[in-house]
């Protein structure tokens, strides 16, 4: 499943939603509504296509290492790790349990990124 396919696919989930449709276009991070109440998953697409998602409240630590450019994600049955640019603002989101899904960008594109958006461009899962 190439790039184009699997953002074809999140528009097909998020359309008729209120999902930001801008966030997923530019940088592949879709976020909950700030008044949303229900249940919160956050959805992981790695460049292959594979997806998972993990429940929040199973989140019980992150960190944010600026000079390799990564966020470590400690779930109480998954280790995510995220590689990217600009990953700062992306940190203090999840601190918030912001984003519904994170899609992993091939790296040929990162420099297409604009301003301070995050972009991630490899995500790890450890079990």
């Given amino acids: 499943m190439n790039d184009d396919e699997i953002k074809r696919k999140l528009h097909e989930y998020t359309s008729g939603s209120s999902a930001k ?18 249940v919160k998953n956050v959805c992981f697409v790695m460049l292959d296509g594979k997806h998972i998602f993990l429940n929040y409240s199973y989140l019980v630590a992150g960190e944010f290492f ?20 600009n990953l700062e603002n992306l940190y203090h989101d999840l601190m918030q349990h912001l984003p519904k ?5 091939d790296e040929r594109y990162s420099g297409i990124s604009q301003g301070n958006n995050p972009m991630v461009i490899k995500i790890l899962v450890n079990v």
């Fill in 21 to 38: 449709q801008n966030d997923a276009e530019d940088n592949g991070i879709v976020k909950f509504d700030k008044d949303y109440t229900g």
């Fill in 101 to 105: 899904v994170i899609i992993a960008t």
């Fill in 66 to 85: 600026p000079e390799e450019s990564k966020i470590t994600l400690h779930f109480t049955t998954h280790v995510i790790i995220l590689h990217g640019r």
